[in-house]
C-alpha cells in the first residue's frame, strides 16, 4: 500500500503563490502516476497535475501557472502554485496510482485547504 501525507495550503491574497507537497511511504516503488486533485464547494474534484513516468499532465484552468515537481528520492511530489485565483479555492488532495499482485489501485491524501481571497 501507499500512504500520502500532504502539507502546505493555507491562505494568500489572489496574485499570490502556495507551495504544496505530499510525502509518500510505503510501496513507492510501485508508484505510477502520482499528483494532484481539488475540489471545491458543490463541485466535482477535478484533475490539477500529475506526473507519470513519462509526462506531465496539468489541467487546463492551471497551466502556465502551477508547476508539479516529482522527488524519487525523497518520494515527495511538490507543486508550486503562482498567480493564484479565487477560482483555485478548494481542497487539494495528493493521488497515488500503483501497482499491487491484483492490479493497479490507487491512494488518497487527507487533503488540505487552499484559499484566494480577492
Known amino acids: 500500500q501507499v500512504q500520502l501525507v500532504e502539507s502546505g495550503g493555507g491562505l494568500v491574497q489572489a496574485g499570490g503563490s502556495l507551495r504544496l507537497s505530499c510525502a509518500a511511504s510505503g510501496s513507492t516503488f510501485s508508484i505510477n502516476a502520482i499528483g494532484w486533485y481539488r475540489q471545491a464547494p458543490g463541485k466535482q474534484r477535478e484533475l490539477v497535475a500529475v506526473v507519470t513516468d513519462g509526462s506531465t499532465v496539468y489541467g487546463d484552468s492551471v497551466k502556465g501557472r502551477f508547476t508539479i515537481s516529482r522527488d524519487n528520492a525523497e518520494n515527495t511530489v511538490s507543486m508550486q502554485m503562482n498567480r493564484l485565483k479565487p477560482e483555485d479555492t478548494a481542497v487539494y488532495y495528493c493521488?497515488?496510482?500503483?501497482?499491487?499482485?491484483?492490479?493497479?489501485?490507487?491512494?488518497w491524501g487527507q487533503g488540505t485547504q487552499v484559499t484566494v481571497s480577492s
Open positions: 493521488n497515488a496510482q500503483y501497482s499491487t499482485d491484483w492490479g493497479t489501485t490507487g491512494s
